[in-house]
């Protein structure tokens, strides 16, 4: 049973992770989730309309972060005039993955739930939302190279969905694990150094 150190919605919050975090968002039980916290579902209603809507109490701030954070590294590089892109690629991008890793760990309990425990939410398809993202930019960059005269070959869309999700599995692993953090940053520089080296074998530059 949580303490009674904590106010109510503090209580309801930790009973929610270690609930959440234990079995997932769609085998947990609100009913545990209450009896951990001594109080009634009605008394919870009073904070909350549902299990969806703690679930997101929890993960909805770090899944904003991550998300917009993403987004405005694709933004950034896109208003990179033209001519310089080719000299940054991956420069901006690969910024933006040691910014959430280290939000990551700085919220971690948050970002786990958000990464593994989160099937069954609108929150299950984060790495799918990145994954388009990272492919219509990539799309959009090689339009640039085209632009300025460079030969960017066609890439097979099966192969570039692949690849692009396996980068991001690859770098919420360092997240799961719980690795170190001094090891996740080793590991996030040389996992950049080998998509970037990759990306530009296979666009061609």
Not at 73 to 101: H, T, W
Not at 197 to 203: D, F, L, T
Request: proline share 2%.
């Amino acid at each position: 049973m949580i303490t009674k150190d904590y106010t109510t919605l503090e209580r309801i919050h930790r009973a929610a992770f270690e609930e959440f975090l234990e079995k997932g968002f769609k085998s947990a039980s609100l009913r545990n989730i209450v009896k951990k916290v001594n109080m009634t579902t009605g008394a919870f209603y009073g904070y909350y309309n549902s299990k969806e809507e703690l679930f997101e109490a929890l993960v909805d701030e770090h899944y904003q972060y991550l998300i917009n954070c993403f987004k405005k590294a694709q933004r950034d590089f896109a208003g990179i005039p033209y001519e310089l892109q080719p000299n940054n690629l991956g420069k901006v991008s690969g910024q933006c993955m040691f910014d959430m890793l280290h939000y990551a760990y700085e919220h971690l309990d948050g970002c786990k739930l958000l990464l593994c425990c989160s099937e069954g939410t609108k929150y299950a398809g984060l790495i799918d939302e990145m994954v388009e993202i990272e492919v219509d930019s990539t799309h959009a960059y090689q339009d640039v190279l085209r632009k300025l005269g460079r030969h960017s070959p066609d890439i097979d869309p099966r192969l570039e969905h692949i690849l692009i999700t396996g980068m991001f599995h690859t770098f919420f692993e360092l997240i799961i694990h719980e690795m170190p953090l001094s090891d996740a940053e080793n590991y996030l520089r040389e996992m950049r150094a080998f998509y970037t080296a990759g990306w530009m074998e296979i666009m061609g530059q």
